[in-house]
């Protein structure tokens, strides 16, 4: 076997093949702990919303509001695969500027109370360090009065799609909602909700803080 090249193994394999798996897994469905495509698009959005800090700023700030939504090291990961380092985004600036001042910001207008909602997610902080719950606040363009508001452990679509779901009950004639593009306004639950009601949506330019500035007054006078 040795003059032909052939190992004792190949021999033996070959006159006792293995047993084959009847279902095989394939590879890339075997890392069940690998991130969702939800998971990785929220981590690109905190890493676009900083475009100045690096993955351990964001990681750490995020930490800080209460939102955990990997390691450290699939953060890092993520940013790499994406073009999301902070060197790489360094290199992409002038052109979000370039976007920025070319995306024309949202014009919407209400002329009677119940047709213009805005709505925006905060933290507050709880009794311990480290601490917070997500304040799910909708007021009405008009009159500015607060008409929903649900505080839970943390960011959530169910929970913003079930107090939308009330909010749409006792207010019919509502047009148009206004926010910004976090995955709780953006997320398909509230989209159907608001299709199922006729209701359009408006968001906030990309980067931009202060097209929805009616909420982000609201949420100052609440944390003063």
């Known amino acids: 076997m040795r003059i032909i090249g052939v190992s004792r193994s190949r021999v033996f394999y070959q006159t006792k093949p293995r047993p ?12 069940i702990n690998r991130l969702s495509d939800t998971t990785v698009e929220r981590i690109l959005e905190l890493l676009d919303a900083n475009p100045h800090s690096g993955v351990d700023q964001v990681f750490y700030a995020a930490l800080n509001n209460g939102i955990y939504l990997a390691s450290l090291r699939s953060f890092y990961r993520v940013a790499k695969k994406h ?10 600036k002038a052109k979000q500027a370039q976007r920025k001042r070319n995306a024309s910001p949202p014009h919407v207008r209400a002329t009677a109370p119940g047709q213009v909602l805005c709505w925006d997610i905060t ?25 929903g508001c649900v505080v839970a452990e943390r960011e959530n679509s169910h929970v913003a799609a079930a107090m939308f779901d009330d909010i749409l009950t006792r207010f019919p004639h509502v047009k148009t909602v206004h926010s910004d593009n ?24 990309p980067h931009t803080s202060n097209d929805n500035p009616h909420t982000e007054s609201v949420f100052h006078t609440m944390k003063g």
Not at 22 to 30: G, L, N
Not at 83 to 92: A, D, K, S, V
Not at 125 to 139: D, E, K, S
Not at 187 to 204: D, P, T
């Open 83 to 92: 073009g999301r380092l902070l060197y790489q985004r360094h290199n992409t």
């Open 182 to 205: 976090g995955s709780a306004m953006t997320s398909k639950r509230l989209g159907k909700l608001f299709a199922k009601h006729g209701v359009a949506r408006s968001f906030n330019r």
């Open 123 to 147: 933290f507050l902080p709880g009794q311990y360090v480290g601490q917070n719950f997500a304040c799910h606040t909708v007021i009405d363009l008009y009159s500015r009065a607060i008409v």
């Open 20 to 31: 084959r798996v009847a279902d095989p897994i394939a590879y890339d469905k075997r890392r």
